[in-house]
């Protein structure tokens, strides 16, 4: 049975017992827009692309919100790529995804200040743009899923997912890591953003087994991570083959 088989089979089998939850809305046909999911609070806006074409969104998925520190994985990806090779680049793009280092973040935009916008270039990312500071950028999160499922698909040796999956639970300021996306099942390796600035807003991108997650909260960390158990744990659990008890299907509760 294919992985997108089981998860039809879940949302059917969620339909007829009488409770359906976020994540029990149709996943579409590839190429289909996904049904909005209705019960997730319009603070957070949630991307999905799963295998066999599977896209799954929250209606305002393609909103324009603040990058955050997901810019740096746009400019890690440009100094890796299409930088002068130097080993300072690649530290600085370490310390960018691992430990979401901002003095490292501003090291390499001063260098390749046309990195963010040639990234959202180069990938299709209509959401995603440089306002002349990767502090100020803008993204969504169906570009942030869809910038990583293009890594996953083409590079899967990118240091970039190797960096993602080995985070740290601390990043450079002392922030804890450990929200949102990445508090999903079957989950390899994630990257969070926070604004240091009120009001609050968060984000979080993560890679499992044939599948990228995003999310962008305008609210706390456990709001995100509130609103993304809510809208995916059952998909996902069956997506990787995690019975849901062991899946920490309450998360949305905590």
Sequence with gaps: MSLRTLVLAALIAAAGS???PAAAQPIPEPGVPAAPAETVPARSSISLRGPDGIRWGTANENETRSA?????LYLADYALRH?????????HAERMVRVSDDAAADAVAAKYPQAIGSTAMEYGLERTASTGSWHTATTSA???VDFLATKQATDPGSPILGWMATAPPVAADGTQQNWGTARLPGVQGSKWGWSDLPPQEVASASFGSGF???AHTRGSPDDQTADVARALVDVISRMAGIPRAAAGGDAAHR
Excluded at 68 to 72: N, Q, W
Excluded at 83 to 91: T, Y
């Design 83 to 91: 930088g002068d090779g130097s080993a300072e680049d690649r530290v």
């Design 68 to 72: 955050l520190s997901m810019a740096k």
């Design 18 to 20: 009488g409770v359906v």
């Design 142 to 144: 169906a570009d942030l």
């Design 212 to 214: 990228t997650v995003a």
